[in-house]
């Protein structure tokens, strides 16, 4: 299992650059190079740990989201459970002993769509996990603007909620112990960058620097309220902008924090990305990124699309270099040993050596973990633990089917707790992919039993809290927003919305761009969309703004505000369920899809 941490330096050296025997690497290098990694000689070995997409999962993640997939030599695969920060913690400390250099960044997205016991608290509780697993800098990602700059500002800085205070008498929030870095992210009137652009890593001469941006599409994830008054710029020209700036101080080591990231070919975590060459086994956004970054970048650090890879594309001087992601929610870390030239003060890239490894749970608890989780589970219990509903079986959140069973109940109960005609008359209602973050699990996960929905499982299926909103849309604007989920913004990555009962269409994914709606397809309750005709439509907040690139649902009308997504999830499963009389699971179908 990979979840070891790699100490024999030749057995790594020997897979990287294509360089099949160690003497090949070590004939590479410059004369006088060190390989013990202990800072003697010309060259020493600086151990760069990294995650990202940690979303404040401190506690193991259920279900399929606390696995990851590995594949054996003989080409079987199996699952792994993996995750949970009192694992993770054991897993790093581990990984740093006899490493007299070690440095630990991540690549965003650690806060926001968090689990109850982090998010009702604002995640203050894993900005102090962070603290303690001795995290040295992260870059932001678009999570970390879900409830605005100034809020992202108090997690750094620390300080007590503004609206809901202390959470713990006489203890008052201190912030992240590390830099956020926000290099492409500035406000609009003064060019100014939002927080630090860089962070200069020092040990005993040894300096490596760091530039952490986020996509710059970030405002189409998040809700306008969260960016409003930030401009998000291009992620290749703000860090090539930064490698000179680090450069002119003298720093020619540098790393780059990312939070943008890739499809690798397979959702195995230890895939080979770089089969049959560098970088031919990963696409997605990253690639034309990694190409375009200045070659004085060392190694790329990177997430949001939760996939794990451990890659060598090659950058615009056609080099190979190391690009990174360890999946999300704390199931990997990625190790990549930079060996740093004394002499140059640069890193010697034919030897970087990346891999990532799994959080096992067969390890021993950091007991500074436990403790913490404790601590903040005995504030969250009275509304964690609250049964809000039953359920026969899992009601799931497969990944990469365009129709999930727990999308279609999160849709069922918004339209039904917005129809009445006092809460906005929703004649259909519509949901975001990305804003479903779990499914519901039957197995109890503590003393609950089996079946039963608590608030806090309720809590991490919705955890954004966003407002409901029923408005008027055409039935051409309907369809145009259909059309959207596989064109323009969504093309390449298509998000399929999930839709409420009645609501039926065919996807035909043989096409391409918006031919894949078959337009004469769409019906509401086995009638055809009128064209012309004005419906009533459920809908959260973020969509209605537009988010996700649905440009067509900003132009709604007649906007009535209900309540939260969560408040109306939680009413759907009281009035459907009993322990009696658990809920089902919803039937699929509402999508056809043609292969």
């Not at 600086?46 to 279900?63: C, I, K, M, R, T």
Request: a neutral charge.
């Amino acid at each position: 299992m990979s979840a070891t941490p790699h100490r024999n330096r030749s057995r790594i050296l020997a897979a990287v650059a294509g360089l099949t025997t160690v003497g090949a690497l070590v004939a590479a290098m410059p004369a006088g190079a060190s390989e013990s990694g202990h800072g003697h000689g010309r060259t020493v070995d600086v151990q760069l740990l990294s995650f990202n997409d940690l979303h404040g999962n401190l506690e193991p993640p259920a279900g399929s989201a606390g696995r990851v997939t590995h594949t054996d030599e003989d080409g079987t695969t199996r699952t792994i459970d993996a995750g949970g920060v009192e694992y993770l913690a054991t897993h790093l400390r581990q990984a740093r002993e006899d490493h007299r250099y070690s440095v630990t960044a991540a690549a965003g997205d650690m806060v926001g769509a968090s689990p109850l016991l982090s998010g009702l608290f604002h995640d203050e509780p894993t900005v102090e996990a962070l603290n303690k697993l001795k995290l040295d800098v992260s870059s932001v990602g678009n999570h970390e603007f879900d409830e605005g700059a100034q809020e992202l500002a108090r997690l750094q800085n620390g300080g007590c909620h503004p609206t809901e205070g202390c959470y713990e008498k006489g203890k008052k929030f201190k912030g992240a112990d590390f830099p956020y870095l926000a290099a492409n992210v500035t406000k609009e009137k003064s060019g100014k960058p939002l927080l630090d652009p860089y962070f200069i890593w020092k040990k005993n001469g040894v300096r490596i620097g760091f530039i952490g941006v986020t996509l710059e599409g970030t405002p189409n994830i998040v809700s306008a309220e969260g960016v409003k008054g930030l401009k998000f710029g291009d992620e290749v020209e703000t860090i090539n902008k930064y490698t000179k700036v680090l450069e002119r101080k003298g720093v020619k080591s540098i790393v780059a924090l990312i939070h943008e990231g890739g499809a690798p070919a397979s959702a195995s975590y230890n895939y080979n990305c770089d089969s049959p060459g560098p970088g031919d086994g990963i696409s997605g956004p990253i690639v034309d990124i990694a190409k375009k970054v200045s070659p004085q970048v060392d190694a790329l650090v990177t997430g949001h699309t939760h996939q794990a890879y451990a890659c060598s594309i090659p950058d615009p001087s056609g080099k190979p270099r190391t690009v990174t992601s360890a999946a999300s929610f704390g199931k990997l870390y990625t190790d990549t040993t930079l060996t740093y030239d004394r002499r140059t003060n640069d890193v010697v890239r034919t030897a970087v050596a990346s891999a990532n490894h799994v959080v096992t749970r067969d390890v021993a608890k950091a007991p500074d973990m436990t403790k913490l989780i404790q601590r903040w589970n005995t504030l969250a219990a009275p509304i964690a633990s609250r049964p809000v509903g039953y359920i026969s079986a899992d009601i799931e959140n497969p990944a990469d089917v365009p129709e999930k069973p727990v999308g279609n109940l999160i849709a069922d109960a918004q339209l039904e707790g917005l129809a009445p005609a006092d809460k906005g008359g929703a004649q259909l209602a519509v949901m975001n992919p990305g804003g479903v973050r779990a499914g519901l699990v039957h197995k109890a996960a503590g003393g609950e039993g089996d079946g039963v929905v608590t608030y806090g499982e309720a809590f991490t299926v919705q955890p954004f809290t966003n407002m409901m909103n029923v408005v008027d849309l055409t039935g051409a604007q309907l369809v145009t927003m259909l059309q959207q989920q596989v064109s323009g913004a969504n093309q390449a990555a298509p998000k399929i919305l999930q839709v409420s009962r009645g609501f039926t269409y065919t996807l035909d994914m043989t096409k391409s761009g918006t031919d894949r709606i078959v337009t004469s397809s769409v019906k509401l309750n086995g009638e055809a969309l009128d064209p012309a005709k004005t419906y009533r439509v459920a809908m959260n907040e973020f969509l209605a703004g537009g988010g996700d690139g649905f440009a067509v649902l900003k132009e709604h009308k007649n906007k009535l505000v209900g309540a939260s997504d969560l408040d109306v999830l939680t009413a759907y499963l009281a009035a459907h369920s009993t322990a009696a009389s658990p809920l089902a699971p919803p039937a699929t179908g509402r999508i056809t899809v043609v292969k």
